[in-house]
C-alpha cells in the first residue's frame, strides 16, 4: 500500500495482486513482450467490474500507457512497467514536465509538446514553468517473473535512479520494491531528479561528443 498514492492506484494493485495474470514470453524481444503486457494489463482492468469507466488509454500519444479516473473525476497519468528487476529506461519528458510543472494538457497542445519534444525546448520548459503542485506522474510497476509482486509509484517518489548517458535516467526496480515510496522536499526531488539526474546525463553525453565534434569542425568543407 502506498498511503501517498490516489485510492484508485491503490486498488488496481490490490486487483492485480489477486489476479491470475502473467507475463508474455511468446518473443525472443523483451521490449515488443513488455508492449503486450502493457496491453494485457489494461484490457485486464478495464474487464473488471470495479474498474467499469475508470481505465482509458492515454490522451497523448506516448504520454503513459493508461489514464485512471478517480472517484472524485481525477484523472491520473500511468505509466505500465514490466521488468526482471533491473535498471529499466524510465525516461519521460512528458511525464517529468507533469510532475514537476503545472503546465495543463491544454498547454501542452499550445505548446506543442509532444513525445518528440527537443530536448532543449524540455529544459526550458522545464526550468521555466517548474510548480510544486499535488500532481504527480505515475508508474505501476510489475516483476516479469511474478505479477503479484506490484507497486505503484510517483516519480516523484522515487529512491533509486540510475543515471545512463545513454538512456538518460532509469529506475533500478528490484531495490524500489523493497523500500517505501521516497517523501522528500520538492527542491530536493527537483534537484535529484531533473539537475542532477535528466541534466547530468546530457552533460555526461555530452562530454563524449567533443572529440567528435572538435573533429568535424577542423575538417568541413569548405
Given at each position: ?128 514553468y517548474k510548480k510544486e503542485t499535488d500532481r504527480d506522474y505515475w508508474y505501476l510497476s510489475l516483476d516479469k517473473k511474478d505479477f503479484s509482486h ?73
Open positions: 500500500m502506498n498511503s501517498q498514492a490516489p485510492k484508485i492506484l491503490n486498488e488496481i494493485v490490490t486487483a492485480i495482486k489477486g489476479s491470475n495474470l502473467t507475463a508474455v514470453k511468446e518473443n525472443t524481444e523483451g521490449r515488443v513482450n513488455s508492449k503486450k503486457d502493457e496491453d494485457k494489463i489494461i484490457a485486464w482492468l478495464q474487464a473488471q467490474p470495479k474498474f467499469q469507466g475508470k481505465i482509458k488509454n492515454s490522451v497523448l500519444r506516448s504520454f503513459s500507457d493508461m489514464t485512471v479516473i478517480d472517484y472524485d473525476n481525477t484523472e491520473y497519468v500511468v505509466n505500465i512497467k514490466t521488468s526482471k528487476g533491473s535498471s529499466d529506461n524510465a525516461f519521460s519528458k512528458l511525464g517529468l514536465l507533469w510532475a514537476f510543472t503545472d503546465l495543463s494538457l491544454e498547454d501542452f497542445k499550445k505548446h506543442k509538446i509532444a513525445a518528440k519534444i527537443s530536448d532543449d525546448k524540455f529544459a526550458e520548459l522545464i526550468v521555466k506490484v507497486i505503484v509509484r510517483g516519480v516523484k517518489q522515487i529512491n533509486y535512479w540510475g543515471k545512463n548517458p545513454t538512456n538518460n535516467l532509469q529506475i533500478q526496480w528490484g531495490k524500489e520494491h523493497l523500500v517505501e515510496p521516497l517523501s522528500d522536499k520538492f527542491e530536493n526531488i527537483f534537484y535529484n531528479v531533473i539537475i542532477d539526474g535528466a541534466f547530468k546525463c546530457w552533460e555526461d553525453k555530452a562530454k563524449q561528443w567533443r572529440y567528435a565534434i572538435d573533429y568535424r569542425s577542423k575538417n568541413q568543407i569548405k
